[in-house]
């Protein structure tokens, strides 16, 4: 009993310990200036094609976001994502929608359901399958959504929120985001590079 209760003690510490050395992973977040990560990593959009980013970024930049189909945060932004991909590419750049729920993969978060999902919404942009939630580790992105924006050199400009008012777009006092575009466009400083983004958790496998 003594050698069971040893072994299960173990057991546990080594669970621990493997749970929160991947949380302190997924958690360790791009920071402002840094080179967009995992560029060559190839991904399956909901049209069959396969991107990376490296393809997906243009002359003045790159905005990735992480979304997913159901989380009521994403549905409460998705209505500015194809007016972002307007202004997007009325500045030459790439924007591409991310999807990281691999624990949810075989239910909401299907590749049918993100067709599904792409379709009703009309989105503009591609919608890309992250397997096994690779890229949002690699960007420490923890949450739907989770905006990162890259300039002309492929380095982090802005991170966070779309804007401060999900609920209402209307009712938006800080654009964030097109605000940092802008900025980012004429050659300004961002302010504030950074928002504390606010959404359900990106939902991982170990």
């Given at each position: 009993m003594q050698l069971l209760n040893t072994a299960m003690k173990a057991f546990l510490l080594a669970l621990v310990m493997t749970i929160t050395t991947w949380n302190a992973n997924a958690q360790e977040q791009v920071q402002i200036g840094d080179m967009i990560p995992m560029m060559s990593?190839?991904?399956?959009d909901i049209s069959g094609q396969q991107f990376n980013l490296r393809e997906l970024n243009k002359d003045n930049g790159l905005l990735v976001i992480f979304s997913c189909n159901t989380c009521p945060f994403v549905i409460q932004w998705e209505n500015r994502y194809n007016e972002l991909y307007d202004l997007c590419e009325a500045n030459n750049i790439g924007m591409v929608l991310v999807n990281s729920n691999e624990a949810k993969r075989d239910a909401d978060d299907s590749f049918e359901n993100m067709k599904a999902k792409s379709e009703k919404e009309e989105y503009k942009m591609p919608y890309v399958v992250d397997e096994k939630h690779q890229l949002a580790d690699a960007f420490g992105a923890t949450t739907t959504p989770h905006i990162f924006l890259f300039?002309?050199?492929a380095k982090l400009a802005y991170r966070g929120l779309i804007d401060d008012n999900g609920k209402d777009k209307n009712?938006?006092?800080?654009?964030?985001?097109?605000?940092?575009?802008?900025?980012?466009?004429?050659?300004?400083?961002?302010?504030?590079e950074v928002t504390k983004s606010i959404g359900c958790s990106i939902k991982r496998v170990l």
């Open positions: 990593y190839k991904m399956t300039n002309r050199d009712a938006v006092t800080e654009a964030y985001l097109k605000d940092a575009i802008s900025a980012m466009i004429n050659g300004e400083q961002i302010e504030p």
